[in-house]
Nanobody, 115 residues
Framework: QVQLVESGGGLVQAGGSLRLSCVVS????????MSWYRQPPGKERELVAT???????SYADSVKGRFTISQDKSGKTLYLQMNSLKPEDTAVYYC?????????WGQGTQVTVSS
């Protein structure tokens, strides 16, 4: 069993920064990739960034140059550093882990960027 818990969301002014965290509980054996997704109000969930074993990263075009995905040394905490935030970044952000062909999701954390 894998459990994911996100934190770090909140209200921030446009141009500001936030760092989201996702803590993985349970064994990380077989964990091959972790991702951040987001779901803006009234829209579909979309992929924001991914890191795969051991260090390959990818980003959505809309966040390139502003967001950074990373992991701690243990691999049990995932981060999303968000800089130069825009109102369009407002969404519920979700952490996702891929383990042995199965996806695991966190509960989400709200990020609101004011104009």
């Amino acid at each position: 069993q894998v459990q994911l818990v996100e934190s770090g969301g909140g209200l921030v002014q446009a141009g500001g920064s936030l760092r989201l965290s996702c803590v993985v509980s349970g064994s990380i054996v077989g964990l091959s990739a972790m991702s951040w997704y987001r779901q803006p109000p009234g829209k579909e969930r979309e992929l924001v960034a991914t890191v795969s074993n051991p260090y390959e990263t990818s980003y959505a075009d809309s966040v390139k140059g502003r967001f950074t995905i990373s992991q701690d040394k243990s691999g049990k905490t995932l981060y999303l550093q968000m800089n130069s935030l825009k109102p369009e970044d407002t969404a519920v952000y979700y952490c996702k882990a891929l383990k042995l062909g199965r996806n695991y999701w966190g509960q989400g954390t709200q990020v609101t960027v004011s104009s």
